[in-house]
């Protein structure tokens, strides 16, 4: 997937201000925040989008929400709260075909979204 920028963050191919690492999860800051906070979690798996994923990749997406929960705790979200959420194909919004979750925080945000 040499044409996924999501894909070449993982490879540290482009840079990127990352928040968390571990073997199966990435997280760094979105380039046009929408929030305060504002976070993209990725499996490193290059997973377009969630029609893609497989049995084997349950374990991996649970380990990037997990992961998501941890940062939040890290940046003392514990009581406020933060919202993820995924865009999944056209009538969403998907813009980048690596399946990725936002991690918006840091201000009162808006439901149901536009
Ligand atoms: P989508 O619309 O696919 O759900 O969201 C893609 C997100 O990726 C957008 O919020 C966009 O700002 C972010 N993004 C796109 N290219 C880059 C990049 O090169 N670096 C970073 N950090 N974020 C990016
Ligand atoms: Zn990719």
Do not use: S
Request: aromatic share 10%; net charge negative.
């Amino acid at each position: 997937m040499q044409e996924c920028i999501f894909c070449k963050i993982v490879k540290k191919e482009i840079p990127a201000e990352i928040i968390y690492e571990d073997d199966n999860v990435l997280a760094f800051k979105d380039i046009q925040p929408a929030a305060p906070i504002h976070l993209l979690f990725i499996p490193k798996k290059h997973i377009p989008t969630f029609f893609d994923l497989q049995p084997e990749d349950d374990k991996i997406m649970g380990e990037v929400q997990r992961a998501a929960a941890v940062v939040a705790g890290d940046l003392g979200l514990a009581e406020r709260g933060f919202r993820l959420v995924a865009n999944c194909m056209k009538d969403a919004g998907q813009l980048v075909f690596h399946l990725h979750y936002h991690f918006l925080a840091g201000r009162e945000l808006q439901w149901p979204p536009g």
